[in-house]
């Protein structure tokens, strides 16, 4: 019997097998499988498997290449020999860049929540792009005003799963929640004085809410601090790890959108590189526990300086790129620091790191 004589309910149990990654050959083969795909009853099925089989995980990347920015896939692997490497998918998609009075506007920003990408461009009349990988749908948002040094979070309301964006400046008064389901703007009156805080990076988001490290305007004192998208409201200022020394730069990263990994990266070769994943995470609550720890950085290039960083708990593997010597540094529980320099592959200058992919089927 061919198989597209085959009856539909096993045509959807072989086509929910294909990996993830070849659902868009699927598509392209024939109309008839183009429309079964495209089915949310067949996506959640396919989404489920894929996920339940899934050996790899993948980390996306935003890399710079010529006059284009790409979004790149990069997952783990064992070596034969129990060292661990990198498998860069060389099938980029490509995002386009924005002109304004004149010039080219990177992506500033970068959001992954439950497989929709936001991405934002800086100075750029406020553009911002929703993008949903699996069904390889977009969606582009004007923002009303435009304003310097805005901030940007993405998540959901947890009790309905709608989708908001929250747009802030601390050099404006104005706050805003944009709401994807009416694809409408709402003026946010904030609860808390934000010239008090200082925002260092881009914010990451986690379960739905999103987090940053910020720091106090006078204390310098360091702190997470969260906007949760249920009750639309900042939560408290939530403690760090307890670490004593000095750092240099502070990233955050998370682990299977379920925790929240913070790295400590030294001013000098003499203190120690420190990694730390959250037991607990929530807006109003965090507890923390080590995951990894290099005492010295001498096993590291000198200038170090990390920009991104991503983990695998179960292989208990770190991979920080070093922003600097444009460099990946990965390293096993029981190994030393290996540098590794992808020059086989194209846009490899990877400047945000966006987080651990899990596909959706969420409509946008």
């Not at 989708?163 to 400046?169: A, G, H, Q, T």
């Amino acid at each position: 019997m061919m198989i597209s004589n085959l009856p539909r309910d096993l045509v959807e149990e072989i086509l929910a097998r294909v990996p993830v990654k070849s659902i868009g050959a699927v598509r392209s083969t024939c109309k008839k499988w183009n429309v079964l795909s495209k089915d949310e009853r067949f996506a959640n099925k396919h989404i489920d498997k894929a996920a339940a089989a899934a050996r790899e995980k993948e980390y996306l990347i935003i890399t710079a290449g010529g006059s284009m920015d790409y979004l790149i896939s990069v997952s783990i692997y064992e070596t034969c020999n129990k060292n661990f490497g990198l498998s860069i998918n060389p099938k980029a998609i490509s995002i386009e860049r924005l002109g304004h009075s004149g010039r080219t506007v990177f992506i500033s920003q970068a959001f992954l929540s439950q497989g929709l990408l936001l991405c934002v461009w800086s100075n750029s009349k406020s553009r911002l792009l929703v993008w949903n990988l699996y069904w390889g749908k977009r969606r582009w948002i004007e923002c009303p005003t435009h304003c310097l040094n805005e901030k940007f979070a993405f998540g959901y309301d947890r009790s309905c799963g709608s989708r908001k964006i929250l747009r802030f400046s601390n050099d404006s008064p104005h706050m805003e929640i944009y709401y994807l389901s009416s694809d409408s703007w709402r003026n946010y009156d904030a609860s808390f004085n934000r010239n008090t805080i200082k925002y260092t990076e881009p914010g990451l988001s986690l379960k739905g809410n999103t987090y940053w490290y910020a720091r106090d305007y006078e204390s310098k004192d360091g702190f997470l601090h969260c906007f949760d998208f249920t009750r639309e409201r900042f939560g408290p200022r939530l403690p760090l790890p307890p670490c004593s020394q000095s750092f240099h730069t502070v990233s955050l990263s998370s682990v299977k959108e379920e925790k929240l990994a913070v790295l400590f990266s030294p001013w000098d070769t003499d203190s120690a590189l420190d990694i730390w994943v959250t037991n607990k995470i929530e807006p109003y609550e965090v507890s923390w526990s080590i995951f990894f720890k290099v005492e010295t950085m001498q096993q590291i290039y000198h200038g170090f300086n990390s920009s991104h960083f991503f983990i695998d708990e179960e292989k208990k593997v770190i991979v920080v790129f070093d922003r600097y010597d444009e460099a990946y540094y990965i390293c096993g529980e029981s190994g030393p620091f290996r540098k590794m320099y992808p020059r086989e592959y194209l846009y490899t200058l990877a400047y945000k790191h966006v987080g651990c992919y899990v596909p959706s089927s969420v409509q946008i």
